[in-house]
């Protein structure tokens, strides 16, 4: 008797544990979603159309930076970008990794003319591509290519390298980055295949989500976790002919069974970006693509961010 009272106790405390749990993330989602709101109230036209814009770097630089040169950011370029046209994102770096010391001074340069200088003071959302570890970052950790992870079918590999991954990067001063890719590898002449989890649905579902849930953990927030971004919805690695950014002839059927649901998995695991395919599906390009950006993904999938 005194067992069933004691699992009942404790049965008791954690739906009560549950359930303070599901109230606190309903209040801060709400909360954010009110401070949202708000302050998008108060957005110009200009500023709202800035918020949407993303350049790189290289855009707001006086020295691209390479190996045999440092990179250096022009300030009079960066606070026309910020000032002037109220630039919500700035994204990547050249081919070139910096220490992650040089990091803190170009996003802490960045930050402060966007926090400090404009009317809504709105940081700007700065993202990176670190696809098989921090490839940007001097001394970072480096990981084997998405097709040779998925050859070990082991997706608590998938999950450390992106706890791994995201504790470096977010080090680094950013908090977002362009992986996982979640396109499906079956065009064997497309150029970036190994970028890919391989040609099984399934396999990629999982290996992409796990990698998901070790990068985000259950809180964006903390010091060791960043947003990751699904890539590149969707059709992107099926060119015709092979060659990258090219167009795609994918039917209804096709897109369904093999496509889709590696996509439909990453949402499910948490992530709160989308990249999309930057060239065209069955003469569409994809950013115009009605039947599968709002009827597919957002009502379908239930994508909201």
């Known amino acids: 008797m005194k067992l069933i009272i004691k699992c009942f106790a404790f049965l008791v405390a954690l739906i009560v544990f549950i359930n303070v749990n599901v109230v606190a993330q309903i209040y801060t ?113 480096l990981f084997p290519q998405a097709i040779s992870m998925a050859a070990t079918w ?46 099984d649905v399934y396999l990629a579902s999982q290996m992409g989500s796990s990698y998901i849930k070790g990068a985000q953990g259950d809180d964006l927030s903390a010091p060791d976790k960043l947003a990751t971004c699904l890539k590149h919805y969707v059709g992107y690695s099926f060119p015709i002919n092979g060659l990258d950014r090219t167009p795609a002839w ?13 996509f439909e998995a990453g949402i499910l695991a948490g992530s709160p970006s989308v990249m999309v395919n930057s060239a065209e599906v069955d003469g569409i390009p994809g950013h115009a693509n009605y039947h599968l950006l709002t009827e597919v993904l957002r009502n379908e999938m239930n994508f909201k961010d």
């Open 29 to 141: 989602t709400t909360k954010v979603d009110a401070q949202v709101k708000e302050l998008v109230s108060k957005m110009t036209l200009e500023e709202k159309i800035g918020q949407m814009t993303q350049v790189t770097i290289q855009a707001v630089s006086k020295v691209q930076g390479t190996k045999d040169q440092n990179h250096q950011l022009d300030l009079a370029k960066l606070e026309e970008a910020i000032k002037k046209y109220h630039v919500g994102s700035i994204l990547n770096v050249y081919d070139v990794a910096h220490t992650a010391e040089y990091w803190h001074e170009v996003i802490n340069k960045i930050q402060t003319i966007a926090v400090k200088e404009t009317r809504l003071g709105i940081p700007v959302l700065y993202g990176i591509d670190a696809i098989h570890g921090v490839t940007y970052t001097k001394g970072s950790t």
């Open 154 to 199: 082991n997706t608590e590999i998938a999950k450390q390298s992106g706890e791994i991954t995201s504790l470096e990067t977010k080090a680094s001063g950013i908090a977002w980055n362009f992986y996982p890719v979640m396109d499906i590898g079956r065009q064997p002449l497309w150029s970036r295949l190994w970028e890919t989890f391989g040609e």
């Open 250 to 262: 994918i039917s209804e059927r096709m897109m369904r069974e093999y496509f889709l649901p590696s």
